[in-house]
Structures are given as C-alpha cells and as structure tokens.
C-alpha cells in the first residue's frame, strides 16, 4: 500500500521554521509524504526576513508539472504566492491537474513583512474560489472580508462574507483574539464549528499557521473528513507550540515532531503500566499489599495536567483466592485518584510520574520505615470542603516534609479505606518498592 502524499506550494524558510520547511516537516510527523513547489526563496531567521527572490512563474509550473506527472497526490496547500504571475501560474496547474486546494491565505510574515504584493490580492481572492478550504488568521480575514474583527460574531460575519469568494469551506484562526481559549470557527454549508483549546502563554512563535494548514491537508490527504482533519490539525499544533523549540536570537519555531515524541512517550507508558501490572500478578506476595478497593497503578505523560493524561489501568488489581488479578488494561484516564497523586506531585518535582496505591496496616508503614523510605500523610479529617482529596492531601504531605515524599499515606475516615500511595520516576520502580516492601513482610 502506497504512503499518502500532500503538496506544498509555498515559499523556502531558510531558517527552517515556516514555509515549505514546516509544511514538509508536518507532512512526515503525520505519516504524509510530503511534495513541494517552491514560490520564493527568502534570506531570513528567527528575527525576520533580510531579502525575498521569487522564482519564475514558469518554473513554478513546471515543478508543479513533475511532480503530478509521477506522484498520486489528490490534496496541496497554497502558502507564501507573492505576485500576481506565480497566483496565475499556481491556479492555472491546479485546474489543470484536478487538485483539491487548502489556501492558507499568507500575507505577511510574524513579524510584519509583506508576503504579498498589494496588486495580487485579488489574484488571490480569485484563487480562493478554487478552493476546498482557505485558512486566514484573524488580520488576514479582515482583509479579505473588508471589516474589523474584535470577537467571535465578528469571526462569523468575516466567515460567510469570505464564503462568498467561493471556497467550499471558511476556518478563521482565532488565536490573535485576546481570551482564555483559542477559538477557530469553521464556516461550511452554511454551519459554524468551533476548535477550542486552551490558549498557550508566552513567547510569540514561528511557523504556526503554516503548520496548522499544512497538517489539515496531511490528514485530508490521508481521507479524514474536513472536521476531523481540522480537530487533529488542532491537537497537532497545540502540542507544537507548548513545545516550541528555543533555536535562534528571536521567535521560536514550532516544534512539529512533538506529536510524534508525545505519541512515542504514550507507548512507553502503556507498556510500562502494563508489565508493571502483570509483574504484580504474577508474585503471590503482592496479595498481601492489595487494599479491599483494589490496586491501580498510573503513569503520567511528561508535562501532564490532566488526569486524561496519565495511563493508568482500566479496572483494578483485586485479589481473589489468595491471589491477584488484573481486571483491566492500560488507558489514558484509568485511574482519577492515583492520577490525581502522581499530578500534584509532578507539580513539585516533574521526575515523579508514577504512583500506586496499596493497604494501609502499622505492619507495612514499619516496613517503608525499615526500607529507609521518605514519607508524609495528610489526615482526612482536616480536609476542607470543596476540594480533591488526593490533590489536597498529596499536596498536604510535600508541604509536611518539604520535598515530594517515596510514600504518602492516610488512616482513612468513615467510609473512606486508609491507604498508601507509592511515589517514583517509573512503574517499574514504584512495583519493585512495593515487592520489597511484600518480602519485608515476611
């Protein structure tokens, strides 16, 4: 089975951080081989554009000729087209050759330099028509719509006017409006959608809006729907810019092999939460550590808020017949509580990004002691109203001792089994502490 392939027409970034260089960058961190029609070739870095040299408007078309004539490629996106010629050259191609169009509408660069020749903006505007989607941020949208955008109905109001240049689908990008959120809208069929995700403080970056448009049309050509490529085009670029990469005197570039870093690091915590857990079941001591509620064991991704971001087991250990069974299978949001521990201390020490619970007894407290472990508590019934109790009470023991202990425990309230929770870097390291504390046991 042949790899999908997308096409970029856009223009070279020499410091790899927009342009053709993100796109194809993009292209392979989303499983899409990437093709390319170079429009310009700029002089720039981190801090701007030092000089512009368009490429012939025939040779623009004559890279776009070669690779339709050996490559199946069905989707391309537009970017950096700066004269009215190489607009006409690009659209000229694109009928000829059937393509379905992504126009990411680029008119200056993120830090103001014009991209894009004040003659050619109709030129463009005629191109859109073309066009399965087109992709403007919210500057960009104003001019093409002619009017002021300052909140969401504005973005609405811009959407169906540009609609009306001809594009079969309108998403305005949302994230140069001040608020909380990131807001996209996407105007289709005469129907709004909105992407939301949380707004990402900090440095301004390099290469988002490439990325953004460039990934909609990696998962288009891998035949998602326009909605669905849109929601993983979002996910995608979120996780580019929280890990920005810091190269370069000025704007930081996009760092668009996070997503393949984060689902690398997913597997690992799969794994290691599962032969953690089988390890478990298959040593008869451990029964003696299982608490009447059951064993779960988590991992937390790095940089993890969120309990939808941390493995931990489906169901529980629980024992039975004097042994222990696994009842479940690794997921993202296994487990809330032991997800809710392992969180709050990633908090104060970011290298903690395991934990488990076992049986609270005199017996085993005395064997984390004899086994030279750092521990804390928190006592149940100071807990105010209103609050997570593994959040509160894991941030109740740090504050004790003044460092992330190796194991928390509480002795439980009406209702509420006493517990220990056991801290480390792994699920490995977190079962072999459980083990030993099981031999000590004996």
Same mark, same amino acid.
């Given at each position: 089975m042949k790899m999908p392939c997308a096409l970029t027409i856009a223009g070279s970034d020499s410091g790899g951080g927009a342009g053709i260089q993100a796109d194809l960058k993009s292209f392979s961190a989303l499983g899409v081989h990437g093709l390319?029609?170079?429009?310009?070739?700029? !002089?720039?870095? +981190?801090?701007?554009?030092? #000089?512009?040299?368009?490429?012939?408007?025939?040779?623009?078309?004559?890279?776009?000729?070669?690779?339709?004539?050996?490559?199946?490629?069905?989707?391309?996106? /537009?970017?950096?087209?700066?004269?009215?010629?190489?607009?006409?050259?690009?659209?000229? #191609?694109?009928?000829?050759?059937?393509?379905?169009?992504?126009?990411?509408? =680029?008119? /200056?660069?993120?830090?103001? +330099?014009?991209?894009?020749?004040?003659?050619?903006? &109709?030129?463009?505007?005629? =191109?859109?028509?073309?066009? &399965?989607?087109?992709?403007?941020?919210?500057?960009?949208? &104003?001019?093409?719509?002619?009017?002021?955008?300052?909140?969401?109905?504005?973005?609405?109001?811009? !959407?169906?006017?540009?609609?009306?240049?001809?594009?079969?689908?309108?998403?305005?990008?949302?994230?140069?409006?001040? #608020?909380?959120?990131? +807001?996209?809208?996407?105007?289709?069929?005469?129907?709004?959608?909105?992407?939301? +995700?949380?707004?990402?403080?900090?440095?301004?970056?390099?290469?988002?809006?490439?990325?953004?448009s460039a990934a909609? /049309?990696?998962?288009?050509?891998?035949? !998602?729907? =326009?909605? &669905?490529?849109?929601?993983t085009a979002k996910k995608f670029i979120t996780e580019s810019i929280k890990n920005k990469i810091e190269v370069g005197k000025g704007l930081r570039p996009v760092n668009q092999m996070a997503t393949l870093l984060l689902n690398a690091e997913k597997a690992r915590c799969f794994e290691e939460v599962w032969q953690a857990a089988k390890m478990v079941t298959e040593r008869t001591e451990f029964v003696k550590l299982l608490p009447e509620v059951g064993t779960n064991i988590v991992m937390a991704l790095p940089g993890a808020r969120s309990s939808s971001e941390v493995v931990g087991l489906s169901g529980r250990i629980v024992k039975s017949g004097g042994r222990a069974f696994l009842t479940g299978f690794p997921e993202l949001g296994g487990s809330k509580h032991v997800a809710n521990v392992v969180l709050t201390a990633m908090s104060h020490d970011p290298k903690i990004r395991a934990c488990m619970n076992v049986k609270f007894s005199p017996h085993i407290l005395n064997a984390c002691r004899k086994l030279g472990l750092t521990i804390s508590r928190f006592d149940r019934g100071e807990e105010p109203k209103g609050v997570k109790t593994m959040r509160w009470g894991t941030e109740q023991s740090i504050r004790k001792i003044g460092k992330v202990p190796q194991i928390i425990f509480d002795r439980g309230a009406p209702g509420k089994e006493p517990m220990i929770r056991i801290l480390g870097t792994a699920p490995t390291e977190v079962i072999k502490t459980a083990l030993c504390l099981a031999e000590k046991l004996k």
């Open positions: 390319c029609v170079v429009t310009a070739v700029t !002089a720039q870095n +981190t801090k701007g554009i030092e #000089g512009i040299m368009e490429v012939p408007p025939e040779f623009v078309s004559k890279q776009l000729n070669a690779v339709v004539d050996d490559f199946e490629v069905e989707w391309a996106k /537009t970017g950096m087209l700066s004269n009215l010629k190489i607009i006409l050259a690009v659209k000229k #191609g694109v009928k000829r050759h059937g393509l379905r169009l992504v126009v990411d509408p =680029l008119m /200056t660069t993120a830090t103001g +330099t014009p991209l894009l020749r004040g003659d050619a903006i &109709e030129a463009l505007k005629d =191109l859109m028509g073309l066009a &399965e989607l087109v992709t403007p941020n919210v500057h960009e949208a &104003e001019k093409l719509s002619d009017m002021k955008i300052r909140s969401m109905d504005d973005m609405r109001r811009a !959407a169906r006017a540009i609609s009306r240049l001809g594009p079969r689908a309108v998403l305005i990008k949302g994230g140069h409006l001040e #608020g909380k959120t990131a +807001t996209d809208v996407l105007y289709t069929e005469g129907r709004f959608k909105e992407f939301k +995700t949380q707004r990402i403080a900090g440095v301004p970056v390099h290469g988002a809006g490439c990325s953004f909609i /049309t990696a998962e288009l050509a891998k035949k !998602a729907t =326009l909605q &669905e490529g849109i929601a």
